[in-house]
């Protein structure tokens, strides 16, 4: 597939998150981080019916001695089980079965070769940023919903606030989640403004999957497909030289989802997060990392190409900026 032109256009030059309290006086909502629970002091004790039931294995293994009866002790109560969510199953062909690269997707990827297969050198970076689409997904990525019953409620990862609204000022941003639409609603309402919302080129929920009716209600591994977002007439038209033939494809595209496996029909276009579940052990600073990688990607001509050699990784020793 051959790489499409990239047109520089006028972008505000890629600058740092602003910091906690710069950031306060933005027009985005407040989301209070709620602190991680403390754990109990001292040690875990028994039940009451766990004591009750081993003082009458007690009572009546006295009431044995004493009158020789051959009586068995009552079994102790069923203990509660933590059990760990089912693995997600496979989707049904129905539903596209599981995707893989095209050919012509991994031809541009690793860009020109010479006669004996080696890779030639990556293009020179663009001589001043350009508009790129980012797909964000929400939980696990921007969010964490402790109780997925309730869709409203939730945690949102550090930075979350300052990070979404830089996105929307600096690049063409989608929403792409898989979650049902009616908790897709309850998380942006939460998350963003209205008027944050309606500069979301769009915003899709799991009904933009492609999954049959089975799997849309089951736990079904899920696979966000890139080349959807490409087919969408609204998405296309949201590219500032559409007018001019320009169109979104894996030159200019990237995902951001805490999932890599989503992003299997085009590996070399996903950023992937660390989940975040909850402050409690959580690495500092995932998306000001996030921030700064989205800037390089404004001056490559071929973001797939580029992340294929240069795939996003954490920093555990990265610090915000001194300004920021």
Known sequence: MAAATATAIAVSAPRHL????????????????????????????KSKALKECLLLQKNQHHHHHNHNH?????????????QKPKARQKPSPQSGGIPDPSEAYLEQATGP???????????????????ILVILDLNGT????????????????PHAEPFLSYCLDTFVLAIWSSA????????????LTPAQAARCVVIWARDKLGLCADDYSA?????????????????????PGHDAGARWDQTNTVLVDDS???????PYNIL??????GPSGEVPNVLPQVHDYLNALCYQPDISRYMRRNPFTLDPGYALPADA
């Not at 890599?260 to 085009?266: C, H, V």
């Open 18 to 45: 602003p910091s906690a309290a710069a950031s306060s006086s933005a027009p985005s909502p407040s989301l209070a981080l709620p602190a991680a629970p403390k754990k109990k002091k001292g040690i875990m004790r």
């Open 70 to 82: 051959h009586q068995q002790p009552s079994p102790l109560p069923p203990q509660p089980t933590h």
């Open 113 to 131: 070769v010479t006669p004996s297969g080696q890779a030639l050198p990556a293009p020179l970076p663009l001589p001043r940023p350009r508009q």
């Open 142 to 157: 921007l969010l964490y919903r402790p109780d997925r019953r309730h869709s409203g409620n939730f945690i949102a990862r």
């Open 180 to 191: 049902k639409p009616e908790n897709v609603r309850k998380m942006v309402a939460k998350l």
């Open 219 to 239: 736990r079904v591994q899920v696979y966000k497909r890139l080349s959807v977002v490409w087919a969408d007439e609204r998405v296309q038209q949201a590219h």
């Open 260 to 266: 890599a496996e989503k992003g299997r029909s085009e």
């Open 272 to 277: 992937p997060l660390p989940e975040f579940s």
